[in-house]
C-alpha cells in the first residue's frame, strides 16, 4: 500500500531555517499536505502543494516537491520557538484519503 | 478558512458503554468525511470513509460493528464506539473535503480531534 515516510526529530535555532523532509510512494498522488500539531491539540493545516506543481511559497514557509523522486520538503525560514510542534507530510491519493507520515517533531532552541 | 468542529473534545466513560464524536463542518459542505485515529505520539491512522448517504468504507484491520460510521447531512458524521474498552483509548479526528467546486477543493480541513479515555 501506500507509504510515507519522514524523519522523526530536526532541532535547530531560533531564527535559523529548518528543513523537514518527506518522501511518499503514492503513484496516483493529487495533492501533498503539511500538518502541525501542538501538544494536546488537532491538526492545522500549513500549506499543501497540488502534485503537478514544484514549488509553493507562503510567507515563511516553502514547498518543495520533486515529483519525479516523490520528495516533498517544507522549509521553515527564520524559525522561531512557537515553531516548535510535530509537522505532519500527508499524501491524498485520487481517491481523497490522506495517508500520513510519521510525524517530524521539531524543536527550536533559544 | 473552513471550519470542522467536533464534539466532545474529551470524554471519559466507563468501561462498556457507548461513547458518540460528532464531526461538523460549520461553514460549507462536505459529501465525504474521514475519520482517524490517533495514538500518542503516534501519526494518524484512517479509521474509515464517510460518504453522506451511503454506508462507510472501512480500512483493513477496523471492525465496522465496534466504531459505527453515520452521515446524515453534508455537514454531519457522527463516530460511535460500541461498548467502549481501555483499549479504546484514543485521540480520534475528523476531516471533511469541501464539495466539488466550492472553493478550497485542494484542500482537507480537520476538527480539533476528541479525545476519548475509557475507565
Known amino acids: 500500500g501506500e507509504d510515507v515516510e519522514q524523519s522523526l526529530f530536526l532541532s535547530v535555532r531560533e531564527g535559523d531555517s529548518s528543513v523537514i523532509n518527506c518522501t511518499y510512494t503514492d503513484s496516483s498522488s493529487t495533492y501533498l499536505y503539511w500538518y502541525k500539531q501542538e501538544p494536546g491539540a488537532g491538526l492545522q493545516l500549513l500549506t499543501y502543494?497540488?502534485?503537478?506543481?514544484d514549488m509553493k511559497q507562503d510567507q515563511r514557509l516553502t514547498v518543495l516537491l520533486n515529483k519525479k523522486d516523490k520528495h516533498l520538503s517544507l522549509r521553515i525560514a527564520d524559525t522561531q520557538t512557537g515553531d516548535s510542534a510535530i509537522y505532519f507530510c500527508?499524501?491524498?491519493?485520487?481517491?481523497?484519503?490522506?495517508?500520513f507520515g510519521q510525524g517530524t517533531t521539531l524543536q527550536v532552541k533559544p | 478558512g473552513a471550519v470542522v468542529s467536533q464534539h466532545p473534545s474529551w470524554v471519559i466513560c466507563k468501561s462498556g458503554t457507548s461513547v458518540k464524536i460528532e464531526c461538523r463542518s460549520l461553514?460549507?459542505?462536505?459529501?465525504?468525511m474521514f475519520w482517524y485515529r490517533q495514538f500518542p505520539k503516534q501519526s494518524l491512522m484512517l479509521m474509515a470513509t464517510s460518504n453522506e448517504g451511503s454506508k462507510a468504507t472501512y480500512e483493513q484491520g477496523v471492525e465496522k460493528d465496534k466504531f459505527l460510521i453515520n452521515h446524515a447531512s453534508l455537514t454531519l458524521s457522527t463516530l460511535t464506539v460500541t461498548s467502549a474498552h481501555p483499549e479504546d483509548s484514543s485521540f480520534y479526528i475528523c476531516?471533511?473535503?469541501?464539495?466539488?467546486?466550492?472553493?478550497?477543493?485542494?484542500?482537507?480541513?480537520f476538527g480539533e480531534g476528541s479525545r476519548l479515555t475509557v475507565l
Open positions: 461553514d460549507f459542505q462536505a459529501t465525504t
Open positions: 500527508a499524501d491524498r491519493s485520487n481517491t481523497g484519503k490522506l495517508i
Open positions: 476531516s471533511a473535503i469541501p464539495q466539488p467546486g466550492l472553493a478550497g477543493a485542494g484542500e482537507l480541513f
Open positions: 502543494i497540488f502534485s503537478n506543481m
